[in-house]
């Protein structure tokens, strides 16, 4: 699976906050991390612009609520200027700072990472070194993701498209950075008469799921809902992970129901793709197919092994459609994928499989 090429030199960051103390957080942290430098800083999405053309920044970090120029009205410019230029939304964990973020996203946003509460320094400048600083090094195209080799005897042809295989009974799908816009351009594919129910992972906080659902329902033709705990599987439905839980799969084909659970993270993830992926191989077998979106990491990985180990299906998005490629690139390398496609291709391709068409 081709990916962007990689560059060598350090990764140039421009903060923009109107917070004193948060341009000096994220400006210590980078300037602390290998591979990134500070290009520079500035309080105002105006003040930003008018540093562009002599800063040169790979990366954005951008606050949305800032006077003069606020994040919308810069995010909305450079898009214009420089339309492929990364730009990572640095936002609040609350209702409206989750709005926000997914009008940002929708916008062109490329990520977002979330603000440390204010704790202190220390822990805030450790927060934006574990949350933030991946994310940036990512959206440069500058993954450190280690992929792990497939099981033996799961490495099918990439690009198979005529498939043998039992009919498709339920959908799982695992995505993260650059997660939203893809769903936004996949769900709305999905028929009207949908006969499997749909499951997504999307790496998301709690608040920020539960909106991303009830967007996604605005624009799909199906019924898309955040799950809840011991709630019945309803063949036609979407099925959203709540941010902070696993969610699981439990009982047969025919009556199935979503459990919600506590568990440990896994790939540094609740909900995480894998968790959901194992229990409907388990629950589906040789009906479910599974789906790796755009994202960070290798979630999705593991899962899609039981997937095929199941008799089940595979299909990635490609790394050049991808934001980040990291998930869809360690199960296309691992040997999993029956079908890696462009995100455009990846709402059709599932239809025709559902559908039995292809």
């Known amino acids: 699976m081709s990916r962007p090429l990689v560059a060598t030199s350090p990764v140039r960051v421009l903060v923009i906050d109107d917070s004193v103390v948060a341009r000096r ?14 290009a520079g800083t500035a309080p105002n999405g105006r003040a930003a ?8 920044p790979d990366v954005l970090v951008l606050d949305l609520d800032m006077p003069v120029m606020n994040g919308f009205e810069m995010l909305a410019a450079v898009r214009q200027s420089h339309p492929d230029l990364p730009i990572i939304v640095f ?3 609350t209702r409206s700072g989750a709005a926000a973020t997914l009008d940002a996203l929708a916008l062109g946003a490329t990520g977002f990472a979330l603000k440390p509460r204010a704790d202190g320094i220390g822990m805030a400048e450790e927060l ?3 949350e933030l600083l991946p994310l940036i090094l990512a959206v440069a195209n500058r993954p450190a993701d280690v992929v792990t080799p497939a099981a033996p005897g799961l490495a099918p042809p990439a690009y198979q498209t005529n498939l043998e295989r039992a009919p498709i009974t339920a959908v799982v799908i695992g995505v ?12 709305p594919c999905l028929p ?4 499997v129910p749909v499951f997504i992972v999307q790496h998301m906080p709690a608040v920020f799921t539960q909106m991303l659902a009830e967007r996604l329902d605005r624009v799909a033709r199906v019924r898309v809902k955040e799950a809840a705990a ?11 992970a709540p941010g902070g839980r696993h969610m699981v799969v439990r009982g047969t084909p025919a009556f199935a129901e979503i459990e919600l659970t506590d568990g440990l993270p896994e790939n540094s993830c609740r909900p995480s793709a894998d968790v959901l992926f194992r229990s409907a191989a388990q629950v589906y077998g040789s009906g479910v197919a599974g789906v790796v979106l755009t994202g960070m990491g290798s979630d999705g990985l593991r899962g899609c092994e039981a997937v095929r180990a199941a008799g ?6 490609d790394a050049r459609t991808s934001v980040v490629a990291s998930m869809p690139c360690a199960v296309a390398d691992a040997g999993l994928a029956n079908a890696v496609v462009p995100l455009r291709e990846v709402g059709p391709t599932l239809v025709r499989w559902i559908t039995g068409a292809a």
């Open 312 to 317: 089940g299906v595979v299909m990635v998005q």
């Open 91 to 93: 936002s609040h964990l």
């Open 176 to 187: 993260s950075t650059g997660g939203p816009n893809a769903l936004a351009e996949l769900i």
């Open 49 to 56: 612009i008018d540093k562009l053309g002599l800063l040169r």
């Open 230 to 240: 011991s709630e019945p599987v309803v063949a036609g439905r979407v099925y959203v």
């Open 192 to 195: 009207a008469n949908l006969p």
């Open 128 to 130: 934006v070194r574990t």
């Open 25 to 38: 957080v994220v400006a210590h942290a980078i300037d602390a991390e290998p591979g990134l430098v500070l």
